[in-house]
Nanobody, 120 residues
Framework: VQLQASGGGSVQAGGSLRLSCAAS????????MGWFRQAPGKEREFVAA????????TYHDSVKGRFTISRDNDKNTVDLQMDSLKPEDTAVYYC??????????????WGQGTQVTVSS
């Protein structure tokens, strides 16, 4: 069982990046999928999640209105469109599933992480 994240990179403040995560099996299509992030010296924190049938999404307050999560259950993927990026968004981003809640302990599997760096 694998979650493979891609799409990270470096961008200036105000720019955009799109992260993508591909699951190795269709198992995850039945569960909530989401994204967490971990900045240097900080704990891993919840960013966004979407339930299996795509009718419910949750975002951390700090990214509301700037980030958009989406998923394609046919392709077993979950994406995170990040707009209006800020330097404080700099972190390693991890896709996750199942996501039962906003805490690290609520996650079943983690992807390998992808670095996002936002310069001012």
């Amino acid at each position: 069982v694998q979650l493979q994240a891609s799409g990270g990179g470096s961008v200036q403040a105000g720019g955009s990046l799109r992260l993508s995560c591909a699951a190795s099996t269709r198992t995850f299509s039945r569960y909530a999928m989401g994204w967490f992030r971990q900045a240097p010296g900080k704990e891993r924190e919840f960013v966004a999640a979407m339930n299996w049938d795509r009718d419910s999404t949750t975002y951390h307050d700090s990214v509301k209105g700037r980030f958009t999560i989406s998923r394609d259950n046919d392709k077993n993927t979950v994406d995170l469109q990040m707009d209006s990026l800020k330097p404080e968004d700099t972190a390693v981003y991890y896709c996750a599933s199942p996501v039962a809640g906003p805490n690290v302990k609520d996650v079943g599997y983690w992807g390998q992480g992808t670095q996002v760096t936002v310069s001012s």
